[in-house]
């Protein structure tokens, strides 16, 4: 596995820019709210689990794994199974995500 540089918060930011994308649009295609997004990207959440965890791996500021997808982190409930989506150190295997969007994702 080829292992990518983890993105500072503020190499996220300026992803953002660079892509002409704003974080509430690529908070409406990932399902995740932008007011958490933009805390993670201003430091303010430790991004320890939860939706947090899964949009700080996401982003490339955090290597992880993310267990079950992002809507049914949001919704109450009993966790259904799902594919471990893996994810180090950048290393993204979701096209939706920040890296994978330079290959084709929605801008």
């Known amino acids: 596995m080829k292992n990518h540089v983890l993105k500072s918060p503020s190499e996220a930011r300026a992803w953002f820019t660079a892509q002409g994308l704003s974080i509430a649009e690529w908070c409406r295609q990932h399902q995740v709210g932008a007011s958490l997004t ?42 259904q199974p799902a594919k471990a989506l893996k994810i180090a150190a950048g290393h993204h295997t979701s096209a939706d995500s920040i890296s994978g969007a330079d290959a084709g994702g929605a801008v």
């Open 38 to 79: 933009r805390q993670i990207l201003e430091g303010k959440k430790p991004c320890h689990r939860g939706q947090s965890h899964q949009i700080a791996v996401l982003l490339g500021i955090k290597a992880g794994v993310i267990n079950r997808p992002l809507e049914a982190a949001r919704q109450k409930g009993p966790r």
